[in-house]
């Protein structure tokens, strides 16, 4: 991979993660929607979040089982790792190997 495919990589995944987080989202949205529909609140007692919900390895057990309440918080991880992912692949472009093209004048004359 030269410095310029991993330039786009890098640059792509942030409006890559988020489309796909997006849809993610939408996707548990509609199921979410279609499951709930004319369904009244009952807002005289609370009831917290499901208990599949407090530990990642069980929301994405749910998540493949297409439970919309699952599916949502999915998307919602996938949008909170698309930066991290990006900050833990950025140091791999400087140690590709090739040359870095600088991108300031500065750096030019070094």
Request: net charge positive; with cysteine.
């Given at each position: 991979?030269?410095?310029?495919d991993?330039e786009?990589?890098?640059g792509?995944?942030?409006?890559?993660?988020?489309?796909?987080a997006?849809?993610i989202?939408?996707i548990?949205?509609a199921f979410y929607?279609?499951?709930r529909?004319?369904?009244?609140?009952?807002?005289?007692s609370?009831?917290?979040?499901?208990?599949?919900?407090?530990?990642v390895e069980?929301m994405?057990?749910?998540?493949?089982?297409?439970?919309?309440?699952?599916v949502?918080?999915?998307g919602?991880?996938?949008l909170?790792?698309?930066?991290?992912?990006?900050?833990r692949?950025?140091?791999?472009?400087?140690?590709?190997?090739?040359?870095?093209?600088?991108?300031?004048?500065?750096?030019?004359?070094?």
């Amino acid at each position: 991979m030269t410095d310029r495919d991993m330039e786009h990589f890098i640059g792509n995944l942030p409006l890559i993660g988020v489309i796909t987080a997006a849809c993610i989202v939408a996707i548990g949205g509609a199921f979410y929607h279609c499951g709930r529909a004319g369904a009244v609140p009952r807002y005289g007692s609370f009831q917290g979040e499901p208990a599949f919900l407090e530990h990642v390895e069980q929301m994405m057990k749910a998540a493949a089982s297409l439970r919309s309440e699952a599916v949502i918080p999915l998307g919602l991880l996938v949008l909170i790792a698309v930066p991290i992912f990006r900050a833990r692949a950025a140091p791999f472009s400087y140690s590709s190997g090739g040359r870095l093209r600088a991108r300031d004048r500065f750096l030019d004359n070094a």
